[in-house]
């Protein structure tokens, strides 16, 4: 085996998605604990200080009172190398997170048994469906009186629109909470309450008839669980790796982070299911990892991580060959060469210069300006990957200069936060000097406002305008785009690569306009248009 392939195969890069409070934070320092990435067993807990330990980043965004970075952290755990993209877990919204989708090979989403399947994690299956990425499911927060778990199921099948295969089965829940049976090797994993509780008190059992169950989890619950497993084998056929590799399939796991309940097998399991990298879309081809050529992408711009100095980090992740320090490669936009002197890897909470990486690492590159969100690096070749969407804004705002004097920094300021991906700028066609900034959430028009002026020295202000709703748009008959676009002008935008986007202000006007208009696609997304997305 070629090191290549032997390092494609030790790795394993997956985000974790979540509605915030589902308890995202607190599992991933947990597994960063398992990783022995942090060290401090017991006093890991999901309190605001400890956090600052897990990523320099967060600190920067403890500082400003908000979570605006996607954060990378790796580490070593039975011989892989595992990377994990941490997503925004607070409600700003940002569409950093599904960016940050494009750049891992599968995802582990976390469901709080109170709550059930929320809104962000509808939106974001959405985006792994489109991606067709494996999902592995953790139910968090048994300790808690929660919904019954075969309804959770249900609600995960039905509004997620993935099949599910348990994969652990929880043993009564919140105070009765006993533990969890794992369905796959038969043993009972037995809860101790108590976050410092490490390890998890495992029972072999003979089968789910041993009357030992009953002594160890009472008889009711014994039987409750007979009664359950039952039904789960005939309910649910067996786990099926390569429907869960087509991202059809989840395995669910029950658990409670908080506790350090479950999250080890789940961490376990992982490590031995999920996908090491796996080939990426370009427009031109497929990338297979590999292929001994590097190539990569830029899936997130970082500026000013340190507001004394201007820096900026590229977020690039290795598609495919190995990427060597201080070597030429091709920056296929501008067409010209670029040279990383001091490539970062991102390693719990340090960075670290690196000499080498390979698919399925995310490094970070310094950078002075070259870089814009989906940018591609190769030896040479022209390559465009996709798979960067930008999303439908749902709140728009004329956005203007406030203070004449700076008129260069405002301009220089907003164009950079738009390469950032912190807002989207769009123009109109009658009058192309004026700014139309759309967003996903409120909060990022407070993040612009407070960047502009912290970072920039420059002052903005808005007006509001009757929009809300907004499709990117494309034809196979150009004809027919040109004449739409020409009819409905006052109702067209265009994006910073020059895509179109109709608004409107009712879902009722926009299914009008669609009926009318049958040769016209809409996209809630520009995946489907942008040729460079
Ligand atoms: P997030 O990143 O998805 O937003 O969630 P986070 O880990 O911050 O967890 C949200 C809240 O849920 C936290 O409580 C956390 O302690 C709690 N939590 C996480 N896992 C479990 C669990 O297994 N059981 C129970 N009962 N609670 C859990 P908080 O009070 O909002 O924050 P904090 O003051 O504890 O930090």
């Known amino acids: 085996m070629t090191e290549l392939i032997q390092e494609i195969h030790r790795r394993l890069t997956f985000a974790i998605i979540s509605h915030p409070d589902a308890g995202k934070t607190t599992i991933t320092e947990k597994l960063l604990l398992f990783g022995g990435a942090i060290h401090i067993a017991g006093a890991v807990k999901s309190g605001k200080t400890s956090r600052t330990a897990v990523s320099d980043f967060m600190k920067m965004e403890q500082e400003r009172g908000i979570s605006?970075?996607?954060?990378?952290?790796?580490?070593?755990?039975?011989?892989?190398?595992?990377?994990?993209l941490d997503t925004p877990?607070?409600?700003?919204?940002?569409?950093?997170?599904?960016?940050?989708?494009?750049?891992?090979?599968?995802?582990?989403?976390?469901?709080?048994?109170?709550?059930g399947v929320e809104e962000r994690t509808r939106q974001l299956c959405v985006v792994c469906r489109m991606r067709a990425t494996p999902i592995t499911t953790f139910v968090n927060k048994l300790d808690r009186e929660g919904k019954d778990p075969m309804e959770l199921l249900d609600e995960i099948e039905r509004e997620l629109a993935v099949e599910v295969r348990p994969a652990t089965?929880?043993?009564?829940?919140?105070?009765?909470?006993?533990?969890?049976?794992?369905?796959?090797?038969n043993k009972l994993y037995l809860f101790r309450p108590g976050e410092d509780q490490l390890p998890v008190d495992i029972v072999e059992i003979r089968?789910?008839?041993?009357?030992?169950?009953?002594?160890?989890?009472?008889?009711?619950?014994?039987?409750?669980?007979?009664?359950?497993?039952?039904?789960?084998?005939?309910?649910?056929?067996?786990?099926?790796?390569?429907?869960?590799?087509?991202?059809?399939e989840t395995p669910v796991f029950f658990g409670s982070a908080l506790n350090n309940f479950g999250v080890r097998e789940l961490l376990d399991n992982l490590v031995s299911l999920a996908p090491y990298p796996t080939p990426k879309k370009a427009e031109e081809r497929e990338v297979p990892p590999e292929e001994p050529r590097f190539s990569g992408f830029v899936f997130k711009i970082h500026a000013n991580m340190n507001p004394k100095h201007r820096d900026r980090i590229a977020f690039l992740r290795i598609v495919s060959g190995k990427f060597e320090r201080n070597k030429m490669y091709w920056h296929v936009r501008s067409g010209k060469t670029f040279r990383t002197a001091n490539p970062t890897a991102f390693m719990s909470q340090d960075r670290e210069i690196i000499d080498e990486a390979w698919p399925g690492d995310i490094i970070g590159i310094h950078d002075t300006g070259t870089f814009k969100i989906g940018d591609t690096l190769t030896e040479g070749e022209n390559i465009n990957f996709q798979g960067i969407p930008s999303f439908a804004p749902q709140i728009f705002r004329t956005i203007m200069n406030a203070d004449p004097l700076k008129e260069k920094q405002f301009h220089k300021g907003l164009n950079q936060l738009a390469e950032e991906g912190v807002v989207q700028i769009f123009s109109k066609i009658h009058q192309p000097n004026a700014?139309?900034?759309?967003?996903?959430?409120?909060?990022?028009?407070?993040?612009?406002?407070?960047?502009?002026?912290?970072?920039?020295?420059?002052?903005?202000?808005?007006?509001?305008?009757?929009?809300?709703?907004?499709?990117?748009?494309?034809?196979?008959?150009?004809?027919?785009?040109?004449?739409?676009?020409?009819?409905?002008?006052?109702?067209?935008?265009?994006?910073?690569r020059g895509n179109y986007v109709f608004v409107s202000d009712s879902e009722w006007s926009l299914n009008r306009v669609k009926d009318l208009n049958p040769a016209i696609r809409f996209y809630s997304t520009s995946e489907m248009v942008d040729k460079r997305a």
């Open 68 to 84: 605006i970075s996607t954060s990378v952290m790796g580490f070593e755990y039975k011989g892989r190398k595992v990377n994990i």
């Open 169 to 185: 089965w929880p043993i009564g829940q919140g105070k009765l909470f006993k533990g969890v049976y794992n369905l796959l090797d």
């Open 207 to 248: 089968s789910i008839q041993d009357p030992l169950l009953d002594e160890k989890v009472g008889p009711s619950l014994a039987r409750k669980l007979r009664e359950d497993v039952d039904m789960i084998s005939g309910v649910y056929p067996p786990f099926d790796r390569d429907a869960y590799i087509a991202g059809r």
């Open 89 to 115: 877990g607070h409600a700003d919204f940002s569409e950093d997170t599904y960016r940050g989708l494009s750049a891992v090979d599968s995802a582990l989403m976390v469901i709080d048994s109170v709550k």
């Open 435 to 496: 700014r139309v900034l759309g967003v996903v959430g409120q909060l990022q028009v407070e993040v612009l406002k407070s960047r502009l002026e912290y970072e920039y020295n420059a002052s903005c202000k808005y007006e509001n305008i009757d929009v809300s709703i907004a499709h990117w748009i494309t034809s196979d008959d150009e004809k027919i785009l040109k004449n739409f676009v020409d009819a409905n002008s006052r109702k067209i935008l265009v994006d910073i």
